[in-house]
Each structure stands twice: as structure tokens, then as C-alpha cells.
């Protein structure tokens, strides 16, 4: 059965994700003589980088969720549809969906990716993944959850399980949680639970490289453990998780940490998409494309963002996955599948790397920029601006404002809710 | 299985429900010689006159939804505990709940009412209820998803159902849910959904009695129908509801209304507590009362509230079941509780009543207050003042204001998010 999506004159571009590459895309398209179909598994867009001031009862899921049809409101050629995609035929232009098939006379990947658990059953059943609002939610939820809970025990140990935190992962989402949940320790969780003893809760982060941030300058890695370790995260490097029962986290050099509660922010791993030529997908599922983001083998199938593996002189495993990455993209390629109409030919990507920042807690960041490296105060100030400026809408950006300077100013927070809606269904 | 709560050298009052009326009590009772255990479903208190705004995204639903521990964080007398109370043992003084069991000295039922499907499984398997933040949200999501799937289909009376929206029950709920679609309708969805055609959808209001708002002066009733139709919605007086399969309204003159959303405002009942004498249990779930807000027969146990049925010669069928009787019954109690610690007697309880108000929309608000009756544009203004007063917290409303000012001049807002946490469970 067809989806059902009007047919125009227009030559068809079918972009399946919305995070921000396909986001980008769309956006420098609308208006465009093409007609764009934007799939995703939702109807909004999310802000990924403030996923764990969901988690951690600072943000609202809706100052970081984005409908697409309000970004859309006034772009007639682009069309939104919630759908899962199920495969790709290549050979006759058309996807399979949850919705339907939909044919495509352009199709661009950009699916980006999801927790890699590495195979490991237990860890997917049991730890607790950060990749979307829904799941930044849940995880707000477990730890309220555990912290009532840890009110109706009186066994220590099984108390301090419900109270510990452990952390898998030491990259920027690991790094801010971890920091985050600190500074509940300290400032908020016990005024909330003054019938607890907060000396027995701990927080653990685990990174299984020599340093946090990897990805980061050294100066960087080092002051942002420094800053862990002053708000009293114990922080644990060369340490890998050999397994997890929900209860009690195992390591490889034997130790074992109790903790109700594991957060697992350890790798990533493309969505997958059936259909493809089995030889252009690499490691960890990402997809081979040319410098023109075009899917090797292929004509007009196109993947942009995480899930698009991209190498050069100067990335010779793919370009980092990364926001800036995808929004690049996504850009470029709006502007060549635009300039094709005029007969231009096609750009080649050049990644400018605008540099990365994580933040550590309360007046604690660091950045790495193109031309200065800094951290501490003023880090931390540039990473709220730069991400205040990111997000989409004037009113979203005063809200996420006023609540960051209500906590700032009060360490204090009134999200920690636990709401879980009724689970609906809608018939047709 | 005793709950794990300190045993102190005060006196143990237990309050069941933190609604308008528990919150009040325990309130009042912070800093009293007395140990307060308040225990509800959930973490929060819900603020339950904004429910429709949550339910068509106008506001979010931590906006209105104040965590307990947040309230309390400064009374230390006061324990909190998430629980759901299975009987009542009042000879052994005794609570039954889903922590274990819990003594107390005194017990105050403040449980309030749930919706009343009047005994109809179909109704309650298929219709909306709006009586709680969770079932809001719930709406919402239906809403949402019911004109996403309107896009996938081509039959034009499958669509019209997903595109329709029902109402049933004409008290302050439904008037106010059905306004606020019916604007909807005009300023949002079109907008949103540039793909449908917006005259196909229609609103419903199903009243069973001779008029809307039946506990409001005439002169409110006639003007908050009168606004109803100029906004568009279809309101049907005296018309009862047979019968709901999911898809189809039949309603017993024979008429059929084809729709997918189905909301029910059509009656409470009061949440049951087992184990009290079920003499003192009157229609629809209520409990006898004394002056004193004392259960009949029993010396210990006190019900206010909702779910308290207190007559005297102005209210022969008892008090009103709305917020102010709520908190005013908490509030008489608390200081009745607090003065016998000091050997006062009780006072009786009497109701000062403050008025009613309904808001149909932008600019359109009835007031019934007790020295005047007044419609419209100042109505309105005053509704959201009346409101916004009430809301707890002072960002709280800060928050809310903006909303509500950024709706008004935006005719928009960004809350048509889909999102549903993924269950989570907390073990120990």
C-alpha cells in the first residue's frame, strides 16, 4: 500500500530523520522546487546535547523537543509524516514504512544512532540509555523512583543500591550527567529526602580509556576530572563493565560497585536500514558516502550526520559524530541538490571544526575552540550562550533561560516529577 | 510488613491524598506537634482546574504538577510517601497500603473523586478521562496521533472521525476543553496540518441535562452556551450518550456522531477506601460527615474534601464538590487539630463561598461571584489572575504567564509533542 502523500510535478527528496542534519536539510530546502518528505520516528525534533538536563530534573522535555509541523508551519513543499522506515529499494526508488512505501527520486539517510550495547543483552535490559527525550525522561523517572524507594528499606546495603549511580562512559554525555547528578547530591536531594543519609550515596563514572573526553584536548580531559573529582564524582579510568544483574555492577579487575541505577552512555552505533548494498555499511553500521555525502554504488541516495562515514586525508575513520558534522552536511547538501536544478555542479564537504565544549556543573566547563583552549567560568558561560543560541524558537530560549538562572540562582529545581502518561492507541 | 517510617513521641496524623484539601492540612500542619505523614499515588500535587490546558498543549504538564517534596522541604514533621492505601483497619488504628501497613493516631481520607463511566466497561475502555495530569497528557498524545494518522488515510469518513473530537458533559471541564478545541480548530490546527481540510473537523459538546454549566447562575449558563457557538462547537442539550465503540457516538434519541477522540467529563465518583462501616458510604462514594468533617461512628477518622458528604440545612445534599469546600475543610481541620493540643474544642465547618468561574476562550470567561454576576473580556481577565494566583511557586507562575501571554499574542504554542516515557521499574 502507498503512503498517502500527494504527488506533485515536483521531483521528489525523501529524508528520513529529523535530528539535525535532516533538520538542516529540510529547512534550507523549504521553499524549494522540490518536494521533501521528512520521516521520523517522532513528531519533533530533539535537542540532544541537553538530554541530561532532562534526566537530571532541569529542563522540561518541551524546552528541547521541537514540533516539526510548528518549524514547518509555513513551508508548503515540505511534508511531515511519523513513520518507522522498514527498508530501502534501491532498484525501483522506494522505501517501505510503517506508513506505506514512498517512492523517492532523491532519498537521504540520516537516521544518526543509537545506543551500542555491544551485543550485551543484560546491559539492554537492565542499564538505563540517554539517546532521546523519551528515554532522558524514563531515566528522571528510575532515579526519583529509587530515591522513594530507598526511603522504605532499612538494609543499608540494599539502600545505598538504590541511592549509587553509576556512570558508564566518560565522553561529554557521561561527563555532564555524571557531574550534574554530583550537584543534586550536594545541593538538592537532600533537602528533598532530609529523611536520608547522603554520605552513603555515590556516583560513579567508569571510562574504559585513560581519560575522560577523549575526544578533547588533554588540557581539557584533565581539568574536566579534576572538576569531577571536586564535586565528588569518583571517577574511575582503564575501567571496563564486564556485567550488570540490575543490582550489582561487575568490573573486569574483579571490583563490584552496588548501584539500582546505571547509566549507560559507553558508544554509539548506527540505526540500522535494510536494503543497502551490504559493502557500503562499516563499523559500528555507519554507511560509506562519497565527499558529496553521496552512498557509494548509488545514484541519488544520499546519508548525512553520524550515520555517514565520510573519510578524508585529514579523517581517515570518518568524520566525528558529532552536531556540527550533521548540520554541515546538511547544509551542503540542501545547497547542491539546489544547485542541481540550475545545472551547478556539486560541492565537496569541508568540515570546519568549530570546536567542542562539555560542562562539568556550576560555573564548571572547558572548551576546546579552533584557536584557544579554556576552561572553568567562562567556559561555562560560552556553553550556555552557544547552546541557548541553538535552540530553535524565541520563546523555548527564554524558557531554558529563565530556568537556568532560577536554578543557578536558587539550586533548586521544581521538575523532579514522576509522570508517566497512560500508554494510548489510535485507530484508524 | 510495617512501612518504614520513624516512630516519634508525637501523635501521628495520617493524611490520605494530596489534593486541594490534604495539601491544605498538611500545609497548616507544618511545624505543629504532630507527625504528618501525607501519602498519594504520585510524587506531586496536581493542579487540577489547568487539566485542559495540558490536555490541548497549551500548558506543560510540570507547569501545574508541584512535587510534594519540593512543598515540604522545610517541615520536618512532615513524611511523604508514595503509596496507595488498600483498607482501612480502624480498630487496630491501622492503614493497609502498598508500602506496608501504617498506625496512626488520627487518619484524614482526602482521596478525592476519579471519573464516573457509571458502571459502562465499553466507555471506560475507549473514552478519554481528564482527571489527572497522566490522563491529560494522555489526551493530548490521542490528539495528536489521531490527526497524524487522519493524513495517512483517503476515506473521507475515516478521516473525519480521527479529525472529530467529542465532548461529553457540559460542567466546567467540558465547556472548558471544548472552547479551547473549537480555538484550536481555527487558529492551530490549520496551520499544523496545511494537508487537512479543517472544515471536515467538528466539535462536540454533549450535555445530558436542560443546560451547560447546571451549578452556575442562568445568566452564565446562557452566555457560556452562547460563546460555545461562536466558536463553532456543536453543543447538544439534554442529549445522553447510549453507547461508544471506539469509532461511533450513539446517543439514545438514535443519533450517531462518527469520532475517534471521545472525552468524558460526565460525573466523579469518589475513590473508594475498603474497610470503613459501610453505612457511612452514601452515593456515589461518599462519606457521612459531621460539622467537624469527623466520620460518622468513628472518633479518629476525618474525611474532607470531595469525597466528604457533609449536609446541613443550605446543603441538604451535601457541599459542592470543588476546590474552595476542599481547602477550607483543610484549612478548619488543621486548625482544629492544632487546638486540641491545646484542650480547644472543634469549631463546625461552614462554607464561605467565593464564587464560580468558566473560561470558553480568548477573551470569553463567566463569573458567578457572590455579589455579582459578570461575563466576557473582564471575566476572563479576572479567571486568569484567579488562576495564576493559585498556581504554587513563584516561577510556577512566572512560567505560566509567559505561556499564557505568548499564546495570546501568537494565537500558537509549541507543546504538540507526542512523547511517552518508556515504562521504567524500580526494584529493592
Redesign the interface.
Known sequence: MK??I?ETSQKRIVIIGGGFGGLKLARQLSGADYQVVLLDK???HQFQPLFYQVATAGL???AI???F??IF?KA?NI?I??AQVLKVIPEQNQIFTS??SIDYDYLVIAVGTDTNFFGNQKMMDKAQPMKS???A??LR??I???Y??A????NLE?RKG?MNIVVVGGGPTGVEVSGTLAEMKRYVLP?????LDFDLMQVHLLEGSPRVLGTMSDKASDKAKKYLLELGVNVSLNARVKDYD??TVFLEDGKTIRA?TLVWAAGVTGNKIEGLNPAVIVRTNRIKVNSYNKVEGYNNIYAIGDIAYMTNAQYPNGHPQVAQVAIQQGELLAKNLKGQLKNKTFKAFSYKDLGSMATIGRNKAVADLPKVKFQGFFAWLIWMFVHLMSIV?I??R??IF?NWA?NYVTY?Q???????????Q???
Not at 151 to 154: Q, R
Open positions: 503512503a498517502n500527494k517522532n513528531n519533533y522540561e522535555p518541551s523537543s521541537f514540533p509541523r510548528k508551519q508548503e511534508h509524516r511519523i506508513i506505506g527525550v523519551a528515554e525522561l524514563s523517572n528510575t526519583l523512583k529509587n522513594e524507594n526511603l522504605l528499606v532499612e540494599v538504590l533537602k528533598d529526602y532530609p529523611e540490575g543490582l539500582n524558537g520563546k523555548n527564554l524558557l529563565i532560577w533548586d521544581s521538575l523532579r516529577l514522576i509522570i508517566e502518561p497512560k500508554k494510548t489510535s485507530k484508524k
